[in-house]
């Protein structure tokens, strides 16, 4: 096998083959672009693609893609291959600089949520020369943005771009202002830690409803769950450990920097971390990575679960978003520094993220709302639905004594004059031990930990940089209006802080008590998807995004629909998969152990009066009276779920579901899982919560 620096990045168009095999005026102007994030002249474009397909055709493949991310939250991808006749009977491979550029593909099939109504079905895929184009099953992929005809986003790159162009423009005038000449942009970056689960597949192919929702609609507790906890980072089983050393590999040559992995807290239960890159590409490496997983997980007779709650009772899966801001001169701008001067900028960089995490806790709670995270979200292993912040006692004590103008330390003069006389170092220890906290200051970065396994992580990233862009345009704006710097920085971190510390919040997000003290704050607490997204479309925040040029006000709306939408339509496939369970498969078996146990009670009476069968009785008896339970909670599924049918919209339609099909669900669930208790593990009709965690 060839070792892991030749292997790493092998099936990637990067910067060093691009240097390889480019003219240098062609190489030149790419790199301008890619920089500069501006058009590709035509020319240039023909060249780029002609060396792309030479490239990609010497290492096999034969197609090429336009690789987006439409809103339907996975990737999608239309093949085409190289070859154009040659009149006389053959082919050449040929890819022009037009095909690279622009795609257009028919987005009638995507979500658009009603964007399409007003505009033509026609949309259009555009490359975006900023992540690396890269070979996966014979096929050229290039990353591509994904829009209507009429320019609208239909996807999860375009605005994550967009928001990105809104915190570099903003946190550049800050740099000015601090005298800071040499940063030509800012960047934001992301490492995204993704939780999964590793089950057997030919168990895995015997329930429909992990094939149909990703998650278990039934399943009584099995006799040992996580309560021993020794799962949590314990030896790698030998097929997990194959499956990892081969994801690990697939995704090096991907150029993806698969860096850390371990067994999590729940059985079967894994996580894999990245090294950080910048955010457009940390998302799309971490969605190949998901397609990575399911993959080779199969290869491995493995099904990888990405659901944030594939079984009840057992802690689900998240991702922690790991952000933070940096100069291309490679500063990290939550970084304290080591200078005084640095300091004060990073102290403006930390109150303007505590801001907006204080004014927009609703956009946060909203990137990370979904169907299958509201089992997460609240229950007592991810963080609860309430917004706050983790900054450590010796920050917090810091921003404390800036507040009120005191000494934080007898060693150092009063905080009056921020510029100049502090200098604060946070040793990274001291700030990573709350592992309940949303939002988590790290020593030089945020973890937001609010995230869902399956989610893209765009969408809490084009929040945070927007929230943040919008904090430091407005910073901007005071500080260059102030007629003397210095104290006017001091005045505005003092201050923000005042206004917005009800935010910060050290202790034990789990506890009830946080609960009513958040509430005492004035914190949101958004338990679900349907309370959390109508916020998404409220005036100020439609101000906020058309502002910072991330959404327009019908980008925004359409989303709101789709995920609404999309909220109802989940439920509707559980409802439905659940109601096909219980109907042919778990009434049938409870039928036939019945009949099992009247069969042994008549041939026992016919041999003799004098035997016992009260075993038999008690167990028919119980059986039959669980059994009317659960026919009479099918049919009332069955009934909840027709009357969605006179809902008028979507959020009408949402609401039914999480209050009434929701309910309803669960109901039966309770009987089936009660059945299942008794029921002989032979005839149950699908492999218990035991056999699939168990199971690798
Ligand atoms: P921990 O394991 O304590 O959560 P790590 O230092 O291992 O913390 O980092 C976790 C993740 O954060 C990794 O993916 C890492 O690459 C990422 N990370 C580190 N620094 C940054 C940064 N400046 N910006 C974004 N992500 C970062
Ligand atoms: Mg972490």
Redesign the pocket.
């Known amino acids: 096998m060839k070792n892991t620096i030749e292997v790493f990045g092998s099936q990637v168009f990067n910067d060093a083959v691009m240097r390889q095999r480019l003219p240098k005026e062609t190489y030149k102007a790419l790199h301008k672009t890619i920089q500069d994030r501006r058009p590709l002249d035509g020319a240039v474009a023909n060249v780029v693609a002609n060396a792309m397909k030479d490239w990609a055709v010497e290492k096999g493949a034969t197609h090429f893609t336009h690789w987006f991310q439409p809103m339907t939250g996975v990737t999608a991808e239309k093949h085409d291959s190289f070859i154009s006749p040659t009149g006389d009977g053959g082919v050449i491979m040929e890819f022009s600089g037009k095909e690279l550029i622009k795609g257009e593909p028919d987005a009638s099939s995507f979500p658009s949520g009603g964007l399409r109504a007003t505009f033509e079905a026609r949309g259009y895929t555009a490359w975006d020369p900023t992540s690396y184009a890269f070979i996966k099953d014979d096929t050229l992929c290039i990353p591509t943005a994904f829009c209507s005809y009429g320019g609208e986003a239909l996807d999860k790159k375009t605005p994550l771009l967009r928001s990105m162009d809104a915190i570099n423009r903003q946190a550049l005038r800050i740099l000015r202002l601090f005298g800071n000449t040499r940063a030509k942009s800012v960047l934001t970056?992301?490492?995204p830690?993704q939780e999964y689960f590793l089950i057997d597949k030919s168990l895995y192919n015997q329930r429909k409803d992990l094939i149909f929702t990703g998650r278990t609609l039934f399943g009584a507790k099995p006799p040992k769950g996580q309560e021993l906890e020794d799962h949590y980072f314990g030896a790698l089983r030998p097929r997990v450990a194959a499956f990892m050393k081969e994801l690990d590999e697939e995704l090096w040559k991907l150029g993806i920097l698969a860096k850390?992995k371990h067994n999590e807290v729940a059985p079967a239960q894994h996580e894999l971390?990245?090294?950080?890159g910048t955010t457009n590409i940390a998302t799309d490496h971490n969605q190949l990575t998901m397609e990575m997983m399911k993959k080779i997980a199969d290869r491995h007779g493995l099904a990888c679960l990405l659901h944030e709650k594939p079984f009840a009772g057992v802690n689900g899966s998240g991702k922690h978003n790991?952000?933070?801001i940096?100069t291309d001169t490679g500063i990290?701008l939550l970084e304290p520094g080591d200078s005084p001067q640095e300091n004060a900028q990073f102290l403006l960089f930390l109150v303007a993220v505590i801001k907006a995490v204080d004014e927009h806790q609703d956009l946060l709670r909203i990137s990370v709302a979904s169907a299958g995270n509201d089992h997460r979200l609240g229950a007592n292993e991810a963080p609860p639905a309430v917004v706050s912040m983790f900054l450590g006692d010796e920050l917090t004590a810091v921003l404390h004594s800036i507040e009120n103008g005191e000494s934080y330390d007898q060693r150092i003069r009063p905080m009056m004059e921020i510029g100049t006389d502090v200098l604060l170092k946070f040793p990274k220890d001291t700030t990573?031990r709350n592992r309940t906290s949303p939002f988590a200051f790290?020593g030089?970065?945020f973890?937001f930990r609010m995230l869902g396994s399956t989610f893209s992580i765009s969408g809490p990233n084009v929040v945070l940089n927007t929230i943040v862009a919008d904090v430091l345009d407005e910073f901007a704006t005071e500080l260059e209006g102030a007629e003397d710097f210095k104290p006017a920085l001091t005045a505005l971190i003092k201050r923000t802080i005042r206004e917005h510390k009800r935010i910060i919040f050290n202790g034990d997000n789990y506890a009830d008590e946080w609960l009513q003290e958040a509430e005492r704050r004035g914190l949101l607490n958004l338990k679900t998807t349907v309370d959390a997204l109508p916020y998404f479309i409220s005036d100020r925040n439609i101000a906020l995004f058309t502002r910072q040029h991330v959404f327009t006000e019908g980008e925004m709306r359409s989303r709101y629909e789709i995920l609404m939408e999309n909220y109802a339509k989940v439920l509707h496939i559980e409802a439905l998969t659940m109601l096909d369970m219980a109907r042919k498969d778990i009434l049938p078996a409870v039928t036939q152990f019945t009949r099992t146990l009247t069969d042994t009670a008549l041939a026992k009476q016919s041999l003799s009066n004098e035997l016992d069968c009260s075993m038999e009785q008690h167990m028919v008896a119980r059986l039959s009276r669980l059994t009317g339970c659960l026919y009479r909670k099918i049919e009332a599924l069955d009934q909840a779920v027709l009357g969605a049918k006179n809902c008028r919209n979507v959020t009408e339609e949402a609401s039914y579901y999480k209050d009434t099909v929701f309910a309803a669900m669960q109901e039966l669930r309770a009987v089936a899982d009660e059945l299942e208790g008794i029921v002989g593990e032979n005839y149950w009709p699908f492999p218990t919560y035991g056999a699939l965690l168990f199971s690798v």
Do not use: H, Q
């Open positions: 970056t992301v490492g830690e850390t971390a990245p090294i950080f790991n952000w933070s940096s990290n990573d790290t030089n970065k973890e």
